[in-house]
């Protein structure tokens, strides 16, 4: 009896496991194929320097208008192009089109891409980031990669040997999401950052969660000592703003200063914030 209720059930999710795996495996293919295509569009997400008073750089942000689904979120593709092993090439052609896009802006602005585990251990990285350089004629310098935290821990020897490499480039290097990962403070000493990304999630509960303004403080603090630049994510508010301005934040990002834009509207979010004297040439 046992048994056929057993079956029973199976036989009862067995076909929304079917749609679902489905549904993954028609995902899967039509992230190849527009990969094969080049379907997708880099968006360029202003980072403002609180010293400077203007902008210092972008963060490439990689967007899949899928042709039936509309936009597809990073978070969402982004998985499964590492699973397929797709992150490499995806990765390489994010880099070069951020580099060649942004040789034309002006000369202080940085770009910033994210760079997945996979991709950041990967044998071929510092060829596939001299090569994008080369190609493009971007000075190493303003070129800086964001990886998380869970690349020190999949792989803290190569990352050392890395970031090394990188740095003879003359690329920066950025730990994105900082504080949600596993990774301890000591590692941030360890290894050779130039910059914290304090994660959105700290800045949204700023002025509304008791002790998250003690955290942003220590973090901005412990970059500080170490000589890295801290640079606050997801900033929406002035009142968030005011208060990583107070705690000695070097940089802010996030919808307050403008939403990730194409290509074509960067020349006017430079504009508006930096000014008519610094629009691209
Ligand atoms: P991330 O690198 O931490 O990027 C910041 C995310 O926060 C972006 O989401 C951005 O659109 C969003 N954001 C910026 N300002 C605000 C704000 O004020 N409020 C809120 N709520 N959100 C804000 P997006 O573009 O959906 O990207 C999500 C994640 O996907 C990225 O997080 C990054 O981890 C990954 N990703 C995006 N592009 C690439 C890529 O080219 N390569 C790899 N490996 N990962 C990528
Ligand atoms: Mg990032
Ligand atoms: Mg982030
Ligand atoms: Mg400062």
């Known amino acids: 009896r046992g048994k056929s209720e057993a079956r029973g059930s199976f036989r009862f999710f067995e076909p929304e496991m079917d749609a679902r795996l489905q549904a993954r495996r028609l995902l899967e293919r039509d992230l190849r194929d527009a990969l094969a295509r080049e379907s997708f569009e880099v968006y360029y997400q202003p980072i403002y320097s ?31 192009a590492e699973e397929l092993g797709l992150i490499v090439p995806l990765g390489e052609w994010v880099l070069r089109r951020a580099c060649e896009e ?18 950041f251990t990967s044998a071929s990285l510092i060829n596939i980031v001299r090569e994008a350089l080369r190609r ?8 800086e990669l964001e990886i998380t935290e869970s690349v020190l821990v999949a792989n803290p020897g190569a990352t050392t040997a890395i970031l090394h490499s990188l740095k003879a480039l003359g690329v920066r290097v950025a730990m994105d999401d900082f504080g949600t990962g596993y990774s301890s403070l000591s590692y ?22 008791d002790g998250t303004d003690f ?29 990583l301005r107070a705690e000695g934040c070097d940089e802010v990002q996030g919808f307050l200063f403008s939403r990730p834009v194409p290509v074509s509207e960067v020349a ?11 629009a691209i040439a």
């Not at 008073?53 to 972008?58: H, N, P, S, W, Y």
């Not at 942004?102 to 991709?119: E, I």
């Not at 493009?136 to 070129?143: D, F, K, Y």
């Open 50 to 80: 609180l010293d400077a008073d203007r902008i210092c750089g972008f963060e490439a942000l990689l967007r899949w208008n899928h042709p039936v689904r509309g936009f597809i979120s990073p978070a969402e593709f982004i998985p499964i």
């Open 102 to 119: 942004a040789a034309r802006w002006p000369d202080g602005l940085k770009v910033a891409v994210n760079v997945s585990a996979v991709q």
């Open 136 to 143: 493009t004629g971007l000075p190493g310098r303003r070129l």
């Open 188 to 209: 941030l000493r360890s290894f050779p950052f130039d910059k914290i990304k304090i994660d959105q999630s700290f800045v949204r509960d700023l002025c509304i969660k």
């Open 215 to 243: 955290i942003v403080r220590a973090v901005i603090g412990l970059g500080a000592s170490l000589g890295m630049t801290t640079t606050a994510e997801g900033v929406e508010t002035e009142a968030q703003l005011a208060q």
């Open 268 to 278: 006017a979010v430079i504009h508006r914030w930096n000014g008519a004297s610094r």
